[in-house]
């Protein structure tokens, strides 16, 4: 592993994999200075690999950030936290917004540091090290970059973490609630090394299907079209130029760039806008992606807690109860909350229930079982062709 201190450009500079490495092996660190969060005695930002959806080593890169006191025995936690949407340009990668003390949310990040918890966040692929655009909507794709951040945590000897293979829990809001929810679907077979407790997840929507059509229109517009870049990035078959006019592949070419607030002000027409059809999801393509990304297949097989804003005028709380009912026919040990709150408010009201939630869940349950590589293999199977 190179542990050299290379200049800012260099540092993200997308590595040569040699042969021999596997998910979640650090490639680059480096200690960096962060003016945000409050409560952070040390952060890393680290280059580790990761897979893509055809099982190819890729790299990936987050940070971590090392709490002012580590909690006691039994009572630490690592938390991968799955940031909401920051943009589709590789300069909203966290581990760089919070370098450069422009990260627009901090306030769950510096809660699970006071709690003395190791806090690790991915930059989402496409992001930081990525070529991008960031996969906006591929829970999937994003999901297992957050595992192998879990990985490289584990194996992290040289970032001056005191504390051993720690307990692990996931936290995300929005499309990072529905990276978090993957997270916990994917661990098992994916990463089940990962002593992964308890997850929580707000605003999550299981039926991209149902919500696509939605913010594609709206003062959200902006999002559906990032939606599509997003997904086409994820899923490199898919058909995008077929859906766009010419002046949509022009608009697609100059958002790829964007931050989510440049989004949102620059692209304000309905995504029909900017496509050949009325309804672009509607084609046999993406209607098969939109399925694959339907959360709630599969059980998650440790504690859920999901949470929603009653006035949620992004993504309506309708859609976050039938995450719940979806996640609860699975036999899914889920708990849910709603908040007399907007979008932005929820996010905000929730945290320290989110964390009561995911200590208890640290503290309440036994270690994962360890899973023999035969078992893993044949749920490997059974997963991909679902």
Known sequence: MNNTNPSETDFYDPPILHHGLGPGDLVRTRPVFTPQPVGASGAWQIIYTSTDSRSQLIPASGIVLIPETMAEPGSTAILLYCPSFRGLGGRCAPSQLLATGTEPDVAGIEAALEKGWVVAIPDGRGLGVGAGPHTFLAARANAKLVLDL???????????????????????????????????????????????????????????????????RGPGAGLGLAGLIGLSRAYDQ?????????????????AQHLTAVELLLQYWQPLQHWCRLEDPWNDTWWRRVLALETLAHVPVEVPLHLYHGERDSLIPVQAGRKTLVAYRQRATAVSWREYDADHRATAQAAISDVLAHLAHDITSRPASSPRSAKAVGESTERTSHH
């Open 150 to 216: 879990a990985r490289a945590v584990y194996r992290s000897a040289n970032l001056d973490l005191d504390v051993p293979v720690a307990p692990v829990v996931a936290w995300g809001y929005a499309d990072g609630g529905r990276v978090a929810a993957a997270t916990g679907e994917l661990q098992p077979w994916y990463a089940p090394e990962v002593d992964l407790r308890g997850i929580a997840a707000g605003a999550v929507v299981t039926d991209l299907a149902a919500l696509a059509p939605a913010i594609g």
């Open 238 to 254: 898919l058909p995008l130029r077929h859906v766009l006019t010419d002046e949509g592949v022009l608009a697609v070419a100059e």
